[in-house]
Protein backbone atom coordinates (compact mmCIF):
# COMPACT_ATOMS: atom_id res chain seq x y z
CA UNK A 1 0.00 0.00 0.00
CA UNK A 2 1.41 3.42 -1.02
CA UNK A 3 3.24 5.14 2.21
CA UNK A 4 0.84 7.94 1.91
CA UNK A 5 -2.39 6.30 1.98
CA UNK A 6 -1.44 4.79 4.96
CA UNK A 7 -0.59 8.38 6.14
CA UNK A 8 -3.60 9.77 5.64
CA UNK A 9 -5.67 6.70 6.76
CA UNK A 10 -4.00 7.04 10.24
CA UNK A 11 -4.30 10.98 10.24
CA UNK A 12 -8.09 10.43 9.53
CA UNK A 13 -7.98 8.15 11.94
CA UNK A 14 -6.60 10.12 14.69
CA UNK A 15 -8.87 13.24 14.23
CA UNK A 16 -12.11 11.34 13.81
CA UNK A 17 -10.83 9.69 17.62
CA UNK A 18 -10.27 13.00 18.73
CA UNK A 19 -13.58 13.71 17.54
CA UNK A 20 -15.52 11.04 19.11
CA UNK A 21 -13.58 12.11 22.58
CA UNK A 22 -14.95 15.16 23.29
CA UNK A 23 -18.20 14.03 21.64
CA UNK A 24 -18.23 11.69 24.60
CA UNK A 25 -16.60 13.98 27.48
CA UNK A 26 -19.45 16.37 26.41
CA UNK A 27 -21.80 14.04 26.50
CA UNK A 28 -21.08 12.94 30.21
CA UNK A 29 -21.88 16.51 31.58
CA UNK A 30 -24.94 17.11 28.83
CA UNK A 31 -26.91 14.13 28.48
CA UNK A 32 -28.18 14.56 32.33
CA UNK A 33 -29.10 17.91 31.97
CA UNK A 34 -30.72 17.49 28.12
CA UNK A 35 -33.17 14.51 29.51
CA UNK A 36 -34.17 16.66 32.32
CA UNK A 37 -34.90 19.63 29.84
CA UNK A 38 -36.92 17.71 27.26
CA UNK A 39 -39.02 15.90 29.94
CA UNK A 40 -39.76 19.58 31.82
CA UNK A 41 -40.44 20.96 28.43
CA UNK A 42 -42.48 18.06 27.31
CA UNK A 43 -44.47 18.93 30.34
CA UNK A 44 -44.78 22.75 29.63
CA UNK A 45 -46.16 22.45 26.32
CA UNK A 46 -48.84 19.79 27.17
CA UNK A 47 -49.96 21.77 29.96
CA UNK A 48 -50.57 25.32 28.63
CA UNK A 49 -52.30 23.67 25.78
CA UNK A 50 -54.77 21.35 28.09
CA UNK A 51 -55.66 23.39 30.95
CA UNK A 52 -53.67 26.80 29.96
CA UNK A 53 -50.56 28.49 31.61
CA UNK A 54 -53.08 30.55 33.57
CA UNK A 55 -55.55 28.19 33.33
CA UNK A 56 -57.04 29.96 30.79
CA UNK A 57 -58.14 27.08 28.63
CA UNK A 58 -61.26 26.72 31.14
CA UNK A 59 -64.64 26.56 28.89
CA UNK A 60 -67.98 28.52 29.62
CA UNK A 61 -70.98 28.64 28.07
CA UNK A 62 -71.24 31.81 25.58
CA UNK A 63 -74.37 34.02 25.79
CA UNK A 64 -75.84 36.90 24.07
CA UNK A 65 -73.59 39.55 26.31
CA UNK A 66 -71.01 39.58 28.60
CA UNK A 67 -70.76 42.05 32.01
CA UNK A 68 -69.05 44.82 32.51
CA UNK A 69 -64.79 44.82 32.81
CA UNK A 70 -65.28 46.60 36.09
CA UNK A 71 -68.40 44.02 37.68
CA UNK A 72 -66.34 40.84 36.56
CA UNK A 73 -63.17 42.66 38.18
CA UNK A 74 -65.16 43.66 41.80
CA UNK A 75 -65.86 40.11 41.69
CA UNK A 76 -62.45 38.85 41.44
CA UNK A 77 -61.64 41.12 43.65
CA UNK A 78 -64.08 40.36 46.59
CA UNK A 79 -63.49 36.43 45.82
CA UNK A 80 -60.33 36.82 47.14
CA UNK A 81 -60.82 39.60 50.02
CA UNK A 82 -63.43 41.69 50.23
CA UNK A 83 -61.10 44.76 52.20
CA UNK A 84 -57.59 44.35 51.36
CA UNK A 85 -57.48 43.31 47.83
CA UNK A 86 -56.40 44.53 44.43
CA UNK A 87 -56.75 43.99 40.64
CA UNK A 88 -53.42 44.12 39.24
CA UNK A 89 -53.89 42.11 36.33
CA UNK A 90 -56.62 41.24 33.08
CA UNK A 91 -56.00 38.28 31.07
CA UNK A 92 -58.97 38.54 28.23
CA UNK A 93 -60.46 35.40 27.13
CA UNK A 94 -59.09 33.42 24.36
CA UNK A 95 -61.99 32.91 22.86
CA UNK A 96 -65.83 33.16 23.19
CA UNK A 97 -66.25 29.99 25.10
CA UNK A 98 -63.19 30.85 27.75
CA UNK A 99 -63.07 32.24 30.85
CA UNK A 100 -61.46 35.88 32.09
CA UNK A 101 -58.27 35.82 34.24
CA UNK A 102 -57.88 38.37 36.83
CA UNK A 103 -54.73 38.60 38.95
CA UNK A 104 -55.37 40.00 42.49
CA UNK A 105 -53.02 40.95 45.04
CA UNK A 106 -53.96 40.52 48.80
CA UNK A 107 -51.68 40.76 52.02
CA UNK A 108 -48.57 40.22 50.03
CA UNK A 109 -50.19 36.99 48.15
CA UNK A 110 -50.92 37.00 44.41
CA UNK A 111 -53.73 34.70 43.29
CA UNK A 112 -55.46 34.21 39.83
CA UNK A 113 -59.21 34.71 39.65
CA UNK A 114 -60.98 32.88 36.86
CA UNK A 115 -64.12 34.47 36.12
CA UNK A 116 -67.07 33.57 33.96
CA UNK A 117 -67.28 36.47 31.75
CA UNK A 118 -70.82 36.55 30.90
CA UNK A 119 -72.39 35.93 34.71
CA UNK A 120 -69.29 37.44 36.73
CA UNK A 121 -69.30 34.47 38.49
CA UNK A 122 -66.10 33.51 39.78
CA UNK A 123 -64.67 29.37 38.99
CA UNK A 124 -61.53 28.88 40.26
CA UNK A 125 -58.88 30.53 42.48
CA UNK A 126 -55.75 29.44 42.71
CA UNK A 127 -51.87 30.91 43.96
CA UNK A 128 -50.33 32.86 41.14
CA UNK A 129 -47.49 30.40 39.51
CA UNK A 130 -48.96 27.79 41.18
CA UNK A 131 -49.84 25.25 39.01
CA UNK A 132 -47.86 22.26 37.08
CA UNK A 133 -46.90 24.50 34.09
CA UNK A 134 -45.33 27.17 36.37
CA UNK A 135 -43.56 23.96 38.70
CA UNK A 136 -42.12 22.66 35.11
CA UNK A 137 -40.57 26.29 34.16
CA UNK A 138 -38.69 26.90 37.61
CA UNK A 139 -37.78 23.86 37.19
CA UNK A 140 -36.50 24.26 33.13
CA UNK A 141 -35.13 27.68 33.98
CA UNK A 142 -32.61 26.84 37.19
CA UNK A 143 -33.49 23.94 38.51
CA UNK A 144 -35.13 25.70 41.42
CA UNK A 145 -31.14 26.28 42.20
CA UNK A 146 -31.11 30.18 41.90
CA UNK A 147 -27.85 31.32 39.99
CA UNK A 148 -26.11 28.03 39.98
CA UNK A 149 -28.73 25.97 38.46
CA UNK A 150 -28.49 29.20 35.56
CA UNK A 151 -24.92 28.97 34.94
CA UNK A 152 -25.42 25.07 34.89
CA UNK A 153 -28.27 24.93 32.39
CA UNK A 154 -25.63 27.53 30.73
CA UNK A 155 -22.98 25.61 30.53
CA UNK A 156 -24.76 22.46 29.56
CA UNK A 157 -26.85 24.45 26.69
CA UNK A 158 -23.17 25.51 25.38
CA UNK A 159 -21.36 22.52 25.15
CA UNK A 160 -24.61 20.81 23.79
CA UNK A 161 -23.71 22.79 20.83
CA UNK A 162 -19.89 21.52 20.77
CA UNK A 163 -21.71 17.93 20.86
CA UNK A 164 -24.20 18.74 18.27
CA UNK A 165 -21.09 19.98 15.81
CA UNK A 166 -18.97 16.78 16.65
CA UNK A 167 -21.74 14.40 16.34
CA UNK A 168 -22.46 15.75 12.84
CA UNK A 169 -18.72 15.22 12.01
CA UNK A 170 -18.53 12.00 13.13
CA UNK A 171 -21.73 11.10 11.46
CA UNK A 172 -20.55 12.82 8.10
CA UNK A 173 -17.40 10.28 8.22
CA UNK A 174 -18.74 7.33 8.58
CA UNK A 175 -20.88 7.81 5.75
CA UNK A 176 -20.33 10.40 3.59
CA UNK A 177 -23.53 10.39 2.51
CA UNK A 178 -26.13 12.93 2.80
CA UNK A 179 -29.08 10.08 2.50
CA UNK A 180 -27.05 7.74 4.61
CA UNK A 181 -26.89 9.75 7.01
CA UNK A 182 -30.83 10.38 7.45
CA UNK A 183 -31.65 6.82 6.22
CA UNK A 184 -29.04 4.49 7.72
CA UNK A 185 -29.22 0.77 7.22
CA UNK A 186 -30.32 0.31 11.01
CA UNK A 187 -28.81 -2.75 11.36
CA UNK A 188 -29.02 -5.42 14.41
CA UNK A 189 -27.72 -4.96 18.25
CA UNK A 190 -25.04 -2.28 19.46
CA UNK A 191 -25.28 -0.98 15.06
CA UNK A 192 -29.18 -0.27 15.73
CA UNK A 193 -28.86 1.55 18.53
CA UNK A 194 -25.71 3.45 16.94
CA UNK A 195 -27.80 4.23 13.76
CA UNK A 196 -30.76 5.09 15.69
CA UNK A 197 -28.50 7.30 17.88
CA UNK A 198 -26.71 9.15 14.60
CA UNK A 199 -30.09 9.21 12.32
CA UNK A 200 -32.08 10.90 15.07
CA UNK A 201 -29.55 13.38 16.06
CA UNK A 202 -29.12 14.45 12.52
CA UNK A 203 -33.41 14.97 12.15
CA UNK A 204 -33.02 17.21 15.19
CA UNK A 205 -29.87 19.04 15.13
CA UNK A 206 -30.93 22.32 13.50
CA UNK A 207 -33.72 22.52 16.16
CA UNK A 208 -31.62 21.77 19.26
CA UNK A 209 -28.84 24.15 18.09
CA UNK A 210 -31.64 27.09 17.49
CA UNK A 211 -33.28 25.82 21.22
CA UNK A 212 -29.87 25.88 22.62
CA UNK A 213 -29.15 29.77 21.29
CA UNK A 214 -32.34 30.96 22.09
CA UNK A 215 -32.60 29.20 25.55
CA UNK A 216 -28.92 30.78 26.71
CA UNK A 217 -29.95 34.26 25.33
CA UNK A 218 -32.12 34.18 28.48
CA UNK A 219 -29.58 33.02 30.89
CA UNK A 220 -27.48 35.01 32.97
CA UNK A 221 -24.29 35.34 31.73
CA UNK A 222 -24.19 34.87 27.68
CA UNK A 223 -27.32 36.71 27.59
CA UNK A 224 -28.03 39.02 30.04
CA UNK A 225 -24.65 40.21 30.56
CA UNK A 226 -23.86 40.08 26.61
CA UNK A 227 -26.34 39.55 23.83
CA UNK A 228 -29.54 40.73 25.79
CA UNK A 229 -27.55 44.26 26.57
CA UNK A 230 -26.79 45.03 23.14
CA UNK A 231 -29.80 43.78 21.50
CA UNK A 232 -32.59 45.90 23.70
CA UNK A 233 -34.89 48.28 22.59
CA UNK A 234 -33.99 51.41 22.74
CA UNK A 235 -36.49 53.94 25.28
CA UNK A 236 -35.52 56.91 23.00
CA UNK A 237 -36.68 55.48 19.84
CA UNK A 238 -40.53 56.40 20.99
CA UNK A 239 -39.16 60.08 21.72
CA UNK A 240 -40.24 59.57 25.92
CA UNK A 241 -38.09 60.64 28.35
CA UNK A 242 -37.70 57.72 31.67
CA UNK A 243 -37.20 58.49 34.87
CA UNK A 244 -33.98 59.36 36.21
CA UNK A 245 -31.19 57.42 35.30
CA UNK A 246 -30.53 56.64 38.85
CA UNK A 247 -34.47 55.52 39.67
CA UNK A 248 -34.44 53.70 36.03
CA UNK A 249 -36.97 50.66 35.97
CA UNK A 250 -36.72 48.03 33.36
CA UNK A 251 -39.57 46.38 31.59
CA UNK A 252 -38.34 43.05 32.86
CA UNK A 253 -38.03 44.45 36.65
CA UNK A 254 -41.95 45.85 36.44
CA UNK A 255 -43.76 42.95 34.77
CA UNK A 256 -41.90 40.06 34.94
CA UNK A 257 -43.04 38.46 38.66
CA UNK A 258 -41.10 35.11 39.33
CA UNK A 259 -39.00 32.92 36.84
CA UNK A 260 -41.61 33.03 34.23
CA UNK A 261 -41.25 35.62 31.51
CA UNK A 262 -43.92 37.53 30.73
CA UNK A 263 -42.16 40.54 28.70
CA UNK A 264 -40.54 39.83 25.18
CA UNK A 265 -36.63 39.26 25.28
CA UNK A 266 -36.13 42.46 23.18
CA UNK A 267 -38.21 44.39 26.04
CA UNK A 268 -36.51 42.65 29.34
CA UNK A 269 -33.41 45.60 29.97
CA UNK A 270 -35.55 48.14 28.55
CA UNK A 271 -36.84 51.50 30.52
CA UNK A 272 -40.20 52.24 31.29
CA UNK A 273 -42.04 54.96 30.33
CA UNK A 274 -44.03 56.98 33.27
CA UNK A 275 -46.95 59.30 34.03
CA UNK A 276 -47.41 62.41 34.35
CA UNK A 277 -44.95 64.17 31.74
CA UNK A 278 -47.62 65.79 29.65
CA UNK A 279 -46.01 63.42 26.50
CA UNK A 280 -47.32 60.80 24.39
CA UNK A 281 -50.13 60.54 21.04
CA UNK A 282 -53.79 60.58 21.26
CA UNK A 283 -54.55 57.36 23.28
CA UNK A 284 -57.96 57.31 24.75
CA UNK A 285 -60.23 60.42 24.22
CA UNK A 286 -60.05 63.58 26.09
CA UNK A 287 -62.55 63.49 28.92
CA UNK A 288 -63.33 60.04 28.78
CA UNK A 289 -62.42 58.31 32.45
CA UNK A 290 -59.57 55.52 32.22
CA UNK A 291 -61.71 52.58 32.94
CA UNK A 292 -61.45 49.02 32.25
CA UNK A 293 -63.93 49.13 29.48
CA UNK A 294 -62.54 52.19 28.05
CA UNK A 295 -59.51 50.94 28.44
CA UNK A 296 -60.65 47.53 26.36
CA UNK A 297 -62.49 49.27 24.00
CA UNK A 298 -59.36 51.28 22.92
CA UNK A 299 -57.73 47.92 22.82
CA UNK A 300 -59.55 46.20 20.42
CA UNK A 301 -60.65 49.16 18.35
CA UNK A 302 -56.55 49.51 17.63
CA UNK A 303 -55.77 45.87 16.77
CA UNK A 304 -56.10 43.72 20.00
CA UNK A 305 -57.75 40.52 18.78
CA UNK A 306 -58.86 37.60 21.49
CA UNK A 307 -56.30 37.13 24.41
CA UNK A 308 -54.32 40.00 25.02
CA UNK A 309 -52.66 41.20 29.13
CA UNK A 310 -53.59 44.38 30.39
CA UNK A 311 -51.59 45.56 33.62
CA UNK A 312 -52.71 47.82 35.29
CA UNK A 313 -50.61 50.77 36.79
CA UNK A 314 -48.00 50.90 40.26
CA UNK A 315 -47.42 53.72 41.60
CA UNK A 316 -47.64 57.40 40.99
CA UNK A 317 -45.53 57.31 37.92
CA UNK A 318 -46.83 53.90 36.76
CA UNK A 319 -48.73 53.21 33.27
CA UNK A 320 -51.29 51.27 31.87
CA UNK A 321 -49.76 48.72 29.97
CA UNK A 322 -51.73 46.33 27.33
CA UNK A 323 -49.53 43.46 25.52
CA UNK A 324 -49.82 40.60 23.52
CA UNK A 325 -47.43 38.16 22.24
CA UNK A 326 -46.87 34.67 20.96
CA UNK A 327 -44.52 33.87 24.47
CA UNK A 328 -47.32 34.53 26.44
CA UNK A 329 -49.43 32.18 24.39
CA UNK A 330 -51.71 34.96 23.13
CA UNK A 331 -51.47 34.30 20.01
CA UNK A 332 -49.89 31.86 17.39
CA UNK A 333 -48.10 34.69 15.75
CA UNK A 334 -45.29 35.81 16.67
CA UNK A 335 -44.97 38.53 14.39
CA UNK A 336 -48.02 40.22 15.82
CA UNK A 337 -46.08 41.22 19.25
CA UNK A 338 -47.03 44.37 20.78
CA UNK A 339 -46.81 46.34 24.07
CA UNK A 340 -48.62 49.61 24.17
CA UNK A 341 -48.21 51.85 27.15
CA UNK A 342 -50.64 54.80 28.14
CA UNK A 343 -50.45 57.32 30.64
CA UNK A 344 -52.40 56.84 33.90
CA UNK A 345 -53.71 60.35 33.61
CA UNK A 346 -54.12 61.80 30.51
CA UNK A 347 -54.91 58.62 28.72
CA UNK A 348 -52.07 59.21 26.09
CA UNK A 349 -50.09 56.91 24.07
CA UNK A 350 -46.76 56.64 25.66
CA UNK A 351 -45.30 53.57 23.21
CA UNK A 352 -46.70 51.65 20.94
CA UNK A 353 -43.82 49.09 20.43
CA UNK A 354 -44.53 46.40 17.52
CA UNK A 355 -42.55 43.12 16.25
CA UNK A 356 -41.64 45.83 13.05
CA UNK A 357 -39.94 48.05 15.56
CA UNK A 358 -37.88 45.12 16.88
CA UNK A 359 -34.20 44.66 16.03
CA UNK A 360 -32.96 41.81 13.73
CA UNK A 361 -32.11 39.83 16.85
CA UNK A 362 -34.90 40.88 18.78
CA UNK A 363 -36.80 39.07 15.79
CA UNK A 364 -34.98 36.29 15.67
CA UNK A 365 -35.98 35.80 19.47
CA UNK A 366 -39.01 36.46 19.26
CA UNK A 367 -39.50 33.50 16.39
CA UNK A 368 -36.88 31.22 17.79
CA UNK A 369 -38.53 31.33 21.43
CA UNK A 370 -42.84 30.62 19.70
CA UNK A 371 -40.84 27.72 18.37
CA UNK A 372 -39.31 26.78 21.20
CA UNK A 373 -41.98 27.02 23.43
CA UNK A 374 -44.85 24.79 20.70
CA UNK A 375 -46.69 28.41 20.39
CA UNK A 376 -47.49 28.35 17.11
CA UNK A 377 -50.47 26.10 16.98
CA UNK A 378 -51.33 22.88 16.57
CA UNK A 379 -48.63 21.52 14.48
CA UNK A 380 -45.89 23.36 16.52
CA UNK A 381 -47.19 21.49 19.57
CA UNK A 382 -46.85 18.34 18.03
CA UNK A 383 -43.26 19.31 16.49
CA UNK A 384 -42.26 20.12 19.80
CA UNK A 385 -43.40 17.00 21.49
CA UNK A 386 -41.68 14.62 18.82
CA UNK A 387 -38.74 16.62 19.53
CA UNK A 388 -38.45 16.23 23.51
CA UNK A 389 -39.13 12.47 22.99
CA UNK A 390 -36.67 12.43 20.29
CA UNK A 391 -34.03 14.18 22.62
CA UNK A 392 -34.82 11.81 25.16
CA UNK A 393 -34.21 8.85 23.06
CA UNK A 394 -31.11 9.53 21.42
CA UNK A 395 -29.66 10.61 24.94
CA UNK A 396 -30.57 6.60 26.32
CA UNK A 397 -29.29 5.45 22.71
CA UNK A 398 -25.81 7.13 23.38
CA UNK A 399 -25.58 5.67 26.72
CA UNK A 400 -26.70 2.13 25.77
CA UNK A 401 -24.74 1.68 22.78
CA UNK A 402 -21.57 2.75 25.00
CA UNK A 403 -22.26 0.04 27.30
CA UNK A 404 -22.84 -2.44 24.78
CA UNK A 405 -18.98 -0.93 23.51
CA UNK A 406 -17.35 -0.91 26.76
CA UNK A 407 -13.68 -2.72 27.64
CA UNK A 408 -15.47 -6.50 29.52
CA UNK A 409 -13.10 -4.93 33.20
CA UNK A 410 -14.95 -1.40 32.72
CA UNK A 411 -17.34 0.61 34.61
CA UNK A 412 -18.53 2.16 30.99
CA UNK A 413 -16.85 5.45 31.61
CA UNK A 414 -13.68 4.80 29.39
CA UNK A 415 -13.47 7.78 26.44
CA UNK A 416 -12.97 6.54 22.46
CA UNK A 417 -9.19 5.19 21.99
CA UNK A 418 -8.01 5.37 25.41
CA UNK A 419 -5.16 3.44 24.87
CA UNK A 420 -3.90 5.70 21.51
CA UNK A 421 -2.39 8.78 21.86
CA UNK A 422 -4.62 11.41 19.98
CA UNK A 423 -3.12 14.49 18.75
CA UNK A 424 -4.26 18.23 18.60
CA UNK A 425 -6.09 18.39 15.73
CA UNK A 426 -6.73 22.17 14.98
CA UNK A 427 -9.74 21.63 12.90
CA UNK A 428 -11.13 20.81 15.98
CA UNK A 429 -9.66 22.72 18.51
CA UNK A 430 -11.00 26.11 16.67
CA UNK A 431 -14.39 25.16 16.94
CA UNK A 432 -14.00 24.19 20.82
CA UNK A 433 -12.01 27.67 21.47
CA UNK A 434 -14.83 29.14 19.69
CA UNK A 435 -17.34 27.50 21.74
CA UNK A 436 -15.26 28.61 24.79
CA UNK A 437 -15.08 32.04 24.24
CA UNK A 438 -18.75 32.62 23.05
CA UNK A 439 -20.17 31.06 25.57
CA UNK A 440 -18.04 31.65 28.48
CA UNK A 441 -19.71 29.37 31.02
CA UNK A 442 -18.11 26.69 28.94
CA UNK A 443 -14.77 27.14 29.39
CA UNK A 444 -14.13 25.82 32.85
CA UNK A 445 -16.38 22.87 31.48
CA UNK A 446 -13.86 22.75 28.81
CA UNK A 447 -10.77 23.30 31.04
CA UNK A 448 -11.89 20.63 33.35
CA UNK A 449 -12.50 17.97 30.74
CA UNK A 450 -8.39 18.57 29.41
CA UNK A 451 -7.19 18.27 32.77
CA UNK A 452 -8.87 15.29 33.92
CA UNK A 453 -7.97 13.80 30.45
CA UNK A 454 -4.16 14.75 30.82
CA UNK A 455 -4.34 13.75 34.56
CA UNK A 456 -6.45 10.52 34.55
CA UNK A 457 -7.97 9.31 31.05
CA UNK A 458 -4.95 9.38 29.48
CA UNK A 459 -3.18 7.27 31.97
CA UNK A 460 -5.95 4.85 32.45
CA UNK A 461 -4.30 2.07 30.85
CA UNK A 462 -1.40 2.46 33.34
CA UNK A 463 -3.19 2.94 36.09
CA UNK A 464 -5.65 0.16 35.67
CA UNK A 465 -2.59 -2.15 35.24
CA UNK A 466 -1.00 -1.53 38.47
CA UNK A 467 -4.67 -1.61 40.49
CA UNK A 468 -4.72 -5.06 38.85
Known amino acids: MNPNTEKQKATAGSRYFAVWRWHFYAGLFVVPFLMFLAATGLMMVLSANIEGREGERMQVRPQAAVRPLSVQAEAARRAVHPDRASVVQYIAPRAADKVAVFRVDAEGK ?75 LFGKGRSWWRNIHGALGIWVSVLLLLFCVSGIAWAGIWGGKAVQAWSRFPAGKWGVEPIPRSDVVTHGQLLNDGKTKEVPWVLELTPMPVSGLVKGSDGIKAGEPLTLETLDRYARETGFEGRYQLNFPKGETGVWTLSQDSMSYDHPSPTIDRTVHIDRY ?123
Request: hydrophobic share 55%; with cysteine; aromatic share 12%.
Open 346 to 468: SGKVLADIRYGNYNWFGKFMAVSIALHMGTMGWWSVAANVAFCLAVIFICIAGFVMWWKRRPADSVGLVPPAHKTGVQVWWGMAVPLLLVAVVFPTAIIAILTMLLLDWLLVSRFEGLRKRLK
Open 110 to 184: AMMVLVNPYTAKVLKIFPRHGNIYHLMDELHSDLMMGKVGDYLLETAASLTILMVLTGLYLWWAKHKSLRRMLLP
